[in-house]
């Protein structure tokens, strides 16, 4: 069954930090682009950043840059989002996506961030 799966969402203060974690299972990331995307209430979905697989290569949204760092393991066909220097405006609903060309994306479930004193 293919899945992903994204965890280490929570509650944070402001200038705190984060990491994120999205497993996939019954398939391999090998091939693939993989992003986290955010949603928060009432605004629409953001990509925040992208890895390519095997290359590596990364994008961010520049609301993001300098502040979150995205990485994968390969081993555990996983892929990480570290947040430091969280803003209140980071606060929303942290989704997982594979993607390659000409196939239907994955995505994961999502995963609750909320930056607030």
């Known amino acids: 069954q293919v899945q992903l799966v994204e965890s280490g969402g929570g509650l944070v203060q402001p200038g705190g930090s984060l990491r994120l974690s999205c497993a996939a299972s019954g398939f391999s990331f090998l091939g693939y682009a993989v992003s986290w995307y955010r949603q928060a209430p009432g605004k629409e979905r953001e990509l925040v950043a992208t890895?390519?697989?095997?290359?590596?290569?990364?994008r961010y949204a520049d609301s993001v840059k300098g502040r979150f760092t995205i990485s994968r393991d390969n081993f555990k066909n996983a892929v990480y989002l570290q947040m430091n220097s969280l803003k209140t405006e980071d606060t929303a609903v942290y989704s997982c996506n594979a993607a390659r060309p000409l196939r239907a994306p994955y995505w994961g479930q999502g995963t609750q961030v909320t930056v607030s004193s």
């Open positions: 890895i390519g697989i095997p290359s590596g290569s990364t």
